[in-house]
């Protein structure tokens, strides 16, 4: 049953069409009733009876239905699109409290904190290396000095010609207790060797390769790790060739391209490292050596993610301040409110978050918010000034972080509160199922307003019915006494 938003008085329209009928007297059977009744369950006996007395049927019974079904009907489209309204308005805030939890987290978050910087300083154009940290690095500055680097082991053999079969027998190549034999044919060339150590299933850490110089090909050797631990040795197995036997003794004598540990102090103690990646040394701090020599390692925190941190929480925090303001507004030349104005969540809400926003942190020495540069605009947003938190983290980043993330820093404080209520169970979330179940409350009451006008349209449909019949029998009955007094006033 559609909603009719204005009807005309059914009693007046009823009464004039009734009085018309009966000034006209009509005894047509068509009557004037119109297409329109066709429209109207049932009325199509109403037709065929002919009430013969000019009533437009049709358009009394749906103007008496709309009459009944507009207040009703008025009342749950109103309810509906209210609580429609509301849920779209709070789910809206939900969003912006989210995102604020999001920022808020990163002010919690311990990493924010644990990011630090670890750099060496330059002698000159030349740098021993890089440092890279973990969260537990400690800052300070340490004095490096590197007298060697870490290298890999590298062994050459005489120079073959191309085509050489070196001569049979087996090589037994190890690193330190790992070891792996490879079987050498009377045809296999320096090529087909350095193919087959390459490709063994079971190498324990070396490469080969053939270099073609100047004096032929040579075979050459190389650690795939560096450091003494990783070094390798070569020999020829019991029965095999001269050849084979000369190209291990060649491959297993020392030369100038030996394995070697990274060998550094640091603040005077002697530190050894089988790479150049050298961790445990200093807590959190892996030195990526590069050359000899000496240099200032300073490790110092990173504000960087406390910047990015603080910016987003500014960011998130005017996203959802430009939300309530949208939400609560009133604009006194358009008469128009904002959704949720004078909603008690909303307020409850602005309240609690106002609060914490303008809290001290006591025992902090930098205190507030504003003290750290982040103030508030006449119209609730928040300003920050890069300068002021700059100078506080440069001098102070651990009061920074209490100020945020302490049991009773802001950012702690707001968050609980955020938490409560955008959660599952929170206040937000309650208010909006509870607009739901209403929702669906009033689509119930649709359904039965709907059922409602059908009964009373067809309960219409019977009652104009037998006002048809009624007056058509009146109409036979009328034309019968007109004829009989014709019939006598001529005799």
């Known amino acids: 049953?559609?909603?009719?938003?204005?009807?005309?008085s059914t009693s007046s329209a009823l009464s004039s069409a009734i009085t018309s009928s009966a000034a006209t007297g009509s005894t047509s059977s068509s009557g004037t009733s119109g297409a329109g009744a066709a429209n109207i369950s049932g009325t199509g006996l109403l037709s065929s009876l002919g009430l013969g007395s000019g009533l437009d049927v049709n358009s009394i019974i749906s103007a008496m239905v709309n009459a009944a079904e507009a207040g009703p009907q008025a009342q749950i489209t109103n309810q509906t699109n209210s609580d429609n309204n509301q849920i779209a308005a709070l789910t809206g805030l939900s969003t912006e409290l989210s995102g604020l939890q999001s920022a808020l987290s990163e002010l919690t978050s311990s990493s924010t904190y644990q990011t630090y910087n670890a750099t060496f300083s330059s002698s000159g154009s030349t740098s021993i290396g890089t440092a890279t940290t973990l969260p537990d690095a400690s800052p300070g500055t340490y004095s490096i000095s590197v007298s060697q680097l870490a290298t890999a082991q590298t062994r050459t053999s005489s120079a073959y010609s191309s085509s050489t079969a070196i001569g049979a027998g087996s090589l037994t190549i190890g690193v330190g207790s790992n070891s792996m034999n490879i079987s050498v044919s009377s045809t296999d060339t320096l090529q087909s060797i350095a193919t087959n150590i390459n490709n063994a299933t079971n190498n324990p850490g070396v490469t080969a390769t053939v270099v073609s110089g100047v004096s032929g090909d040579q075979l050459v050797l190389t650690s795939s790790k560096t450091g003494v631990a990783n070094g390798f040795t070569i020999t020829a197995g019991s029965g095999s060739s001269s050849g084979l036997s000369s190209l291990a003794t060649a491959l297993n004598t020392p030369g100038s391209s030996e394995a070697n540990d990274a060998?550094?102090?640091?603040?005077?103690?002697?530190?050894?490292?089988?790479?150049?990646?050298?961790?445990?040394?200093?807590?959190g701090v892996t030195m990526n050596l590069t050359a000899t020599g000496s240099s200032t390692l300073t490790v110092a925190q990173s504000t960087t993610p406390i910047t990015t941190a603080v910016n987003d929480f500014v960011t998130a925090y005017n996203a959802y301040n430009s939300a309530v303001s949208q939400l609560t507004s009133y604009n006194s030349t358009t008469q128009q409110a904002g959704i949720l104005l004078g909603d008690p969540t909303l307020a409850a809400i602005q309240s609690q978050i106002s609060q914490a926003m303008s809290s001290t942190v006591s025992g902090n020495s930098i205190g507030t918010l504003a003290s750290l540069g982040i103030t508030r605009n006449t119209d609730g947003s928040l300003t920050l000034n890069s300068n002021t938190l700059s100078t506080a983290l440069s001098s102070n980043p651990s009061a920074v972080q209490n100020l945020f993330s302490s049991t009773k820093g802001i950012a702690t404080q707001l968050s609980s509160l955020v938490t409560n209520y955008n959660s599952s169970t929170g206040i937000l979330q309650t208010k909006i199922n509870d607009l739901n179940s209403d929702v669906s409350n009033q689509q119930t009451q649709q359904t039965a307003l709907n059922a409602r006008m059908a009964v009373y349209q067809q309960q219409l449909v019977k009652q104009y019915t037998n006002l048809g019949t009624l007056m058509s029998s009146l109409n036979n009955t009328s034309s019968y006494l007109t004829a009989l007094g014709k019939q006598s006033s001529s005799s």
């Open 1 to 8: 049953m559609s909603s009719i938003s204005s009807v005309g």
């Open 263 to 283: 060998k550094l102090t640091v603040d005077g103690i002697a530190v050894t490292s089988a790479t150049n990646s050298v961790s445990g040394a200093l807590t």
